[in-house]
Each structure stands twice: as C-alpha cells, then as structure tokens.
Nanobody, 124 residues
Framework: QEQLVESGGGSVKAGGSLRLSCVASGYLYGFNCMGWFRQRPKQEREGIAIHTAGETSYVADSVKGRFTISRDNEKKAVYLQMDDLTVEDTAMYYC??????????????????WGQGTQVTVSS
C-alpha cells in the first residue's frame, strides 16, 4: 500500500526532545519535497520544515534553532529532530510529500501525499 508512515510522537516535558520519522512505503518515490506540518487545536495547519532532494531545507521561524530536518533518500525517509520542546509545540504532526516543490515551500498547498499524523504533547 502506498502511504507515508509516521512514528516517534509521544508525550514529553518541556525542554525535552523527540524525533519523528516518516517513511514512504509501497511504490511512493521520487519526491523532491518532503517535510513536516503541524496542526494545533483550533488552528490551521502550518509548515514546520521541508527538505528538498537537492539538500536544501526550509524551517519555520517558530522552531528555527530547535528543530532539525533531515532526509535519507535511499530509505525514502524524512526525519524531524525536535529539541527544547515547549508547550506551544503540542500538536498533531503530519509528514507530507510532493514530487515538484512549490513556493512558498512551507505552504501546505500542493502536497500530494500525507501521513496519518502523530501526536506530540509537551507538558510544563
């Protein structure tokens, strides 16, 4: 089955770390852009970090310096290392992928594939 499968969410105290993983299964391949979005309660989905096949990354200002995106093209995977988490980072995190990157890169428009989401909960 062709899908994006996320893992790594959970509950952590403020200041802690989590690492999210996303793997494209089945015949999904050839994504120029893969990355992460999140949706906090009663808020719109927002772009967090995107990594291109050309090794360029875009990271939202709200998480810059705390979150790091990386990618393994052979494994068809993208990762999000989240450090120094705050309560405001509590959200459902989604992996997404698209074959042709668009602009602005952190816009959710145009992403063809989405994971099911993984919950991240940060407590004070």
């Amino acid at each position: 089955q062709e899908q994006l499968v996320e893992s790594g969410g959970g509950s952590v105290k403020a200041g802690g770390s989590l690492r999210l993983s996303c793997v494209a299964s089945g015949y999904l391949y050839g994504f120029n852009c893969m990355g992460w979005f999140r949706q906090r309660p009663k808020q719109e989905r927002e772009g967090i970090a995107i990594h291109t096949a050309g090794e360029t990354s875009y990271v939202a200002d709200s998480v810059k310096g705390r979150f790091t995106i990386s990618r393994d093209n052979e494994k068809k995977a993208v990762y999000l290392q989240m450090d120094d988490l705050t309560v405001e980072d509590t959200a459902m995190y989604y992996c997404a992928a698209r074959r042709a990157c668009g602009w602005p890169p952190l816009s959710s428009t145009g992403y063809d594939y989405w994971g099911q989401g993984t919950q991240v909960t940060v407590s004070s």
